[in-house]
T-cell receptor
Framework: AQSVAQPEDQVNVAEGNPLTVKCTYS??????LFWYVQYPNRGLQFLLK??????LVKGSYGFEAEFNKSQTSFHLKKPSALVSDSALYFC???????????FGSGTKLNVKP | DVKVTQSSRYLVKRTGEKVFLECVQD?????MFWYRQDPGLGLRLIYF???????EKGDIPEGYSVSREKKERFSLILESASTNQTSMYLC??????????????FGPGTRLTVL
């Protein structure tokens, strides 16, 4: 079985401050981990993924994520938040050679001016 | 760019109606997926397909069926719509490439209301 947890329903941060959106996972096997963003009334857009190799993954719009195997986490980060980053963020996991993705419940990021 | 399109952005149906949600992708992807999205529950997989005429149940297939007669098109069918099927429905596609670590590409979603 595989699952993803996003422990925070909402994260509030001031513009210009660093942001972190948390994700932990549970899988049997090597995980592929993904972050997606959803703007209001839109589908999900891919941000970044971890497959293997360097634990720090860089993605779109200045976002990055750190894979931590011992803590089974894949937290999304950005050094300086923008108001336009306000959206719903989803973490997802997939196990190698298995077509099914499991998504977290989503975290709403609010960036205030 | 990969494009995944869904036939309707908003749909209102009555209880007991048969509902068809259509999804088309233009990148020759082998795999296609249907999810429903509800607040606090994230995305839940209804069905997916890895080839024409092939389908597999996801986590919540009850009350739904699917059809994939052509590679680019994946249809979700609500045989008899019920109010608890009011939700946002998202279609996605994904290629099967060497290595397998490919992300999904999502359509804009269909917000279905069942009265």
């Amino acid at each position: 079985a595989q699952s993803v947890a996003q422990p925070e329903d909402q994260v509030n941060v001031a513009e210009g401050n660093p942001l972190t959106v948390k994700c932990t996972y549970s899988v049997s096997g090597n995980p592929y981990l993904f972050w997606y963003v959803q703007y209001p009334n839109r589908g999900l857009q891919f941000l970044l993924k971890y497959i293997t190799g360097d634990n720090l993954v860089k993605g779109s719009y200045g976002f990055e994520a750190e894979f931590n195997k011992s803590q089974t986490s894949f937290h999304l980060k950005k050094p300086s938040a923008l108001v336009s980053d306000s959206a719903l963020y989803f973490c997802a996991v997939r196990v190698y050679n298995f077509n099914k993705f499991s998504f977290g419940s989503g975290t709403k990021l609010n960036v205030k001016p | 760019d990969v494009k995944v399109t869904q036939s309707s952005r908003y749909l209102v149906k009555r209880t007991g109606e048969k509902v068809f949600l259509e999804c088309v992708q233009d990148m020759d992807h082998e795999n296609m997926f249907w999810y429903r999205q509800d607040p606090g529950l994230g995305l839940r997989l209804i069905y997916f397909s890895y080839d024409v005429k092939m389908k597999e149940k996801g986590d919540i297939p009850e009350g739904y069926s699917v059809s994939r007669e052509k590679k680019e098109r994946f249809s979700l069918i609500l045989e008899s719509a019920s109010t608890n099927q009011t939700s946002m429905y998202l279609c996605a596609s994904r290629p099967t490439l060497a290595g397998g670590a490919n992300e999904q590409f999502f359509g804009p979603g269909t917000r279905l209301t069942v009265l």
